[in-house]
Protein backbone atom coordinates (compact mmCIF):
# COMPACT_ATOMS: atom_id res chain seq x y z
CA UNK A 1 0.00 0.00 0.00
CA UNK A 2 1.13 3.39 -0.69
CA UNK A 3 1.51 5.47 2.09
CA UNK A 4 1.99 9.64 2.29
CA UNK A 5 4.30 10.94 5.42
CA UNK A 6 4.24 14.29 6.31
CA UNK A 7 6.82 14.59 9.15
CA UNK A 8 5.96 18.72 10.26
CA UNK A 9 2.48 18.58 11.75
CA UNK A 10 3.35 22.59 12.09
CA UNK A 11 5.49 25.48 9.86
CA UNK A 12 5.60 28.74 10.86
CA UNK A 13 7.46 31.79 8.58
CA UNK A 14 8.21 35.39 8.43
CA UNK A 15 5.96 36.90 6.10
CA UNK A 16 8.18 37.59 2.73
CA UNK A 17 10.36 34.55 3.65
CA UNK A 18 10.45 31.30 2.07
CA UNK A 19 9.45 28.31 3.75
CA UNK A 20 9.85 24.45 2.60
CA UNK A 21 7.08 22.24 3.74
CA UNK A 22 8.09 18.32 3.75
CA UNK A 23 6.56 15.33 2.15
CA UNK A 24 7.87 11.34 1.63
CA UNK A 25 5.81 8.20 0.42
CA UNK A 26 5.84 5.05 -0.15
CA UNK A 27 5.47 3.14 -3.24
CA UNK A 28 6.57 -0.14 -5.24
CA UNK A 29 5.07 1.44 -8.65
CA UNK A 30 7.09 3.42 -10.98
CA UNK A 31 4.51 6.09 -12.63
CA UNK A 32 2.59 7.93 -10.55
CA UNK A 33 1.24 11.56 -9.65
CA UNK A 34 2.02 13.57 -6.53
CA UNK A 35 0.06 16.81 -5.60
CA UNK A 36 0.18 19.40 -2.97
CA UNK A 37 -3.18 20.66 -2.13
CA UNK A 38 -3.68 23.96 -0.01
CA UNK A 39 -6.69 24.14 2.90
CA UNK A 40 -7.31 27.29 4.12
CA UNK A 41 -10.10 28.26 7.04
CA UNK A 42 -12.49 28.70 4.36
CA UNK A 43 -11.87 24.49 3.73
CA UNK A 44 -11.74 25.01 0.57
CA UNK A 45 -9.14 21.72 -1.11
CA UNK A 46 -7.43 23.87 -3.66
CA UNK A 47 -4.93 22.76 -6.00
CA UNK A 48 -1.44 23.86 -5.69
CA UNK A 49 1.06 21.98 -7.56
CA UNK A 50 0.96 18.85 -9.68
CA UNK A 51 4.14 16.56 -10.09
CA UNK A 52 3.97 13.70 -12.68
CA UNK A 53 6.38 11.02 -11.68
CA UNK A 54 7.91 10.09 -15.19
CA UNK A 55 9.01 14.26 -15.39
CA UNK A 56 12.65 14.65 -13.78
CA UNK A 57 11.99 18.48 -14.18
CA UNK A 58 10.32 19.97 -10.92
CA UNK A 59 7.16 21.58 -11.22
CA UNK A 60 6.61 25.24 -10.42
CA UNK A 61 3.71 28.08 -10.56
CA UNK A 62 4.57 31.25 -9.69
CA UNK A 63 6.19 31.56 -6.24
CA UNK A 64 5.35 27.85 -5.49
CA UNK A 65 7.95 24.95 -6.77
CA UNK A 66 8.71 21.50 -5.29
CA UNK A 67 11.53 19.78 -4.89
CA UNK A 68 10.73 15.89 -6.63
CA UNK A 69 13.61 13.10 -5.51
CA UNK A 70 11.71 9.95 -6.67
CA UNK A 71 14.92 7.45 -5.90
CA UNK A 72 14.63 9.39 -2.11
CA UNK A 73 10.79 9.05 -2.70
CA UNK A 74 10.46 12.93 -1.76
CA UNK A 75 8.40 15.33 -2.80
CA UNK A 76 8.77 18.44 -0.89
CA UNK A 77 6.87 21.99 -1.47
CA UNK A 78 8.42 25.62 -0.79
CA UNK A 79 6.93 29.01 -1.24
CA UNK A 80 8.91 31.79 -1.59
CA UNK A 81 7.53 35.55 -1.06
CA UNK A 82 5.27 33.93 1.63
CA UNK A 83 2.43 36.07 1.83
CA UNK A 84 -0.21 36.24 4.95
CA UNK A 85 -2.89 34.48 2.60
CA UNK A 86 -0.77 31.39 1.94
CA UNK A 87 -1.36 30.55 6.15
CA UNK A 88 -3.47 27.27 5.41
CA UNK A 89 -3.48 23.33 5.87
CA UNK A 90 -1.56 21.71 2.88
CA UNK A 91 -1.78 18.29 2.17
CA UNK A 92 0.61 15.79 0.13
CA UNK A 93 -0.96 13.42 -2.48
CA UNK A 94 0.00 10.31 -4.11
CA UNK A 95 -1.93 8.74 -6.91
CA UNK A 96 -0.84 5.79 -8.69
CA UNK A 97 -1.28 6.27 -12.67
CA UNK A 98 -3.72 3.98 -13.23
CA UNK A 99 -5.69 3.99 -10.08
CA UNK A 100 -8.05 6.78 -10.30
CA UNK A 101 -9.38 6.39 -6.63
CA UNK A 102 -6.46 5.25 -4.74
CA UNK A 103 -5.62 8.84 -3.64
CA UNK A 104 -3.73 8.96 -0.63
CA UNK A 105 -3.33 12.07 1.60
CA UNK A 106 -1.06 12.80 4.31
CA UNK A 107 -1.81 14.35 7.62
CA UNK A 108 -1.45 17.92 6.39
CA UNK A 109 1.10 20.78 7.63
CA UNK A 110 -0.46 23.84 8.89
CA UNK A 111 1.52 26.93 7.87
CA UNK A 112 1.14 30.00 10.14
CA UNK A 113 2.71 33.56 8.58
CA UNK A 114 3.74 35.66 10.69
CA UNK A 115 3.60 39.59 9.46
CA UNK B 1 -15.83 27.12 -15.25
CA UNK B 2 -18.13 26.85 -11.93
CA UNK B 3 -16.50 24.15 -10.24
CA UNK B 4 -17.40 21.21 -7.85
CA UNK B 5 -20.34 23.08 -6.44
CA UNK B 6 -21.97 21.47 -2.92
CA UNK B 7 -24.68 21.90 -1.07
CA UNK B 8 -25.75 22.67 1.48
CA UNK B 9 -22.61 24.30 3.05
CA UNK B 10 -23.87 23.90 6.76
CA UNK B 11 -25.98 20.91 8.04
CA UNK B 12 -26.99 20.55 11.79
CA UNK B 13 -29.51 17.58 12.48
CA UNK B 14 -30.03 15.10 15.31
CA UNK B 15 -29.22 11.91 15.75
CA UNK B 16 -31.43 9.48 13.96
CA UNK B 17 -32.23 12.06 11.13
CA UNK B 18 -32.19 11.39 7.48
CA UNK B 19 -29.26 13.45 5.99
CA UNK B 20 -28.54 14.25 2.03
CA UNK B 21 -25.70 16.08 1.20
CA UNK B 22 -25.35 17.03 -2.77
CA UNK B 23 -22.49 17.67 -5.19
CA UNK B 24 -22.41 19.14 -8.73
CA UNK B 25 -19.70 18.21 -10.87
CA UNK B 26 -17.53 20.37 -12.93
CA UNK B 27 -19.00 19.82 -16.30
CA UNK B 28 -17.48 17.09 -18.21
CA UNK B 29 -15.62 15.46 -15.62
CA UNK B 30 -16.42 11.96 -15.88
CA UNK B 31 -15.13 10.93 -12.28
CA UNK B 32 -17.01 11.50 -8.83
CA UNK B 33 -15.48 11.17 -5.26
CA UNK B 34 -17.03 11.47 -1.87
CA UNK B 35 -14.25 11.71 0.53
CA UNK B 36 -15.26 12.68 4.76
CA UNK B 37 -12.47 14.94 6.72
CA UNK B 38 -12.24 14.48 10.18
CA UNK B 39 -8.90 15.48 13.14
CA UNK B 40 -8.78 11.76 14.03
CA UNK B 41 -8.64 10.03 10.45
CA UNK B 42 -7.95 12.98 8.05
CA UNK B 43 -8.93 12.63 4.48
CA UNK B 44 -10.93 9.28 3.24
CA UNK B 45 -12.27 8.36 0.42
CA UNK B 46 -15.75 6.96 0.63
CA UNK B 47 -17.20 6.39 -3.05
CA UNK B 48 -15.89 6.61 -6.17
CA UNK B 49 -17.96 6.63 -9.71
CA UNK B 50 -16.96 6.35 -12.57
CA UNK B 51 -19.88 7.33 -15.83
CA UNK B 52 -22.19 7.54 -13.30
CA UNK B 53 -21.90 4.04 -11.98
CA UNK B 54 -20.16 2.88 -8.65
CA UNK B 55 -16.71 1.41 -8.74
CA UNK B 56 -15.53 1.14 -5.40
CA UNK B 57 -17.23 1.89 -2.28
CA UNK B 58 -15.32 -0.15 0.19
CA UNK B 59 -14.91 3.27 1.82
CA UNK B 60 -18.85 3.46 2.59
CA UNK B 61 -18.23 3.26 6.41
CA UNK B 62 -22.05 0.99 6.98
CA UNK B 63 -25.18 0.44 5.67
CA UNK B 64 -26.52 3.61 7.08
CA UNK B 65 -24.41 5.31 4.01
CA UNK B 66 -25.43 5.41 0.40
CA UNK B 67 -24.81 7.75 -2.66
CA UNK B 68 -26.25 7.59 -5.82
CA UNK B 69 -24.97 9.32 -9.27
CA UNK B 70 -28.04 9.68 -11.51
CA UNK B 71 -26.68 11.35 -13.95
CA UNK B 72 -23.60 13.00 -15.25
CA UNK B 73 -24.05 16.15 -13.33
CA UNK B 74 -25.78 15.12 -9.69
CA UNK B 75 -25.01 12.92 -7.06
CA UNK B 76 -25.89 12.59 -3.73
CA UNK B 77 -24.87 11.22 -0.11
CA UNK B 78 -27.42 9.85 1.93
CA UNK B 79 -27.03 9.02 5.56
CA UNK B 80 -30.48 7.44 7.45
CA UNK B 81 -30.50 7.47 10.47
CA UNK B 82 -27.40 9.95 11.17
CA UNK B 83 -25.29 9.50 14.35
CA UNK B 84 -22.98 12.08 16.04
CA UNK B 85 -19.77 10.48 15.28
CA UNK B 86 -20.89 11.15 11.77
CA UNK B 87 -19.78 14.68 12.16
CA UNK B 88 -17.56 15.80 9.82
CA UNK B 89 -16.78 17.81 6.86
CA UNK B 90 -17.60 15.64 3.74
CA UNK B 91 -16.25 16.77 0.28
CA UNK B 92 -17.02 15.86 -3.05
CA UNK B 93 -14.21 16.07 -5.65
CA UNK B 94 -14.75 15.51 -9.74
CA UNK B 95 -12.03 14.63 -12.41
CA UNK B 96 -11.66 13.58 -15.93
CA UNK B 97 -10.43 10.13 -16.06
CA UNK B 98 -8.93 8.61 -19.27
CA UNK B 99 -6.87 5.68 -19.62
CA UNK B 100 -3.12 5.36 -20.58
CA UNK B 101 -1.01 8.28 -19.58
CA UNK B 102 -3.78 10.40 -17.95
CA UNK B 103 -3.34 13.62 -16.15
CA UNK B 104 -6.12 13.96 -14.44
CA UNK B 105 -6.63 15.94 -11.16
CA UNK B 106 -9.25 16.02 -8.69
CA UNK B 107 -10.50 19.33 -8.08
CA UNK B 108 -12.62 19.14 -5.19
CA UNK B 109 -16.17 20.87 -3.55
CA UNK B 110 -16.15 23.64 -0.67
CA UNK B 111 -17.15 21.16 1.68
CA UNK B 112 -20.32 20.34 3.71
CA UNK B 113 -19.79 20.62 7.30
CA UNK B 114 -22.03 18.07 9.12
CA UNK B 115 -22.99 18.24 12.48
CA UNK B 116 -25.13 15.42 14.44
CA UNK B 117 -26.29 16.52 17.96
Known amino acids: AQTVTQSQPEMSVQEAETVTLSCTYD???????LFWYKQPPSRQMILVIR??????QNATENRFSVNFQKAAKSFSLKISDSQLGDAAMYFC????????????FGAGTRLTVKP | DAGVIQSPRHEVTEMGQEVTLRCKPI?????LFWYRQTMMRGLELLIY????????DSGMPEDRFSAKMPNASFSTLKIQPSEPRDSAVYFC???????????????FGPGTRLTVL
Open chain 2, 49 to 56: FNNNVPID
Open chain 2, 27 to 31: SGHNS
Open chain 2, 93 to 107: ASSMWSSGRSTDTQY
Open chain 1, 51 to 56: QEAYKQ
Open chain 1, 93 to 104: AYRGKYNNNDMR
Open chain 1, 27 to 33: TSESDYY
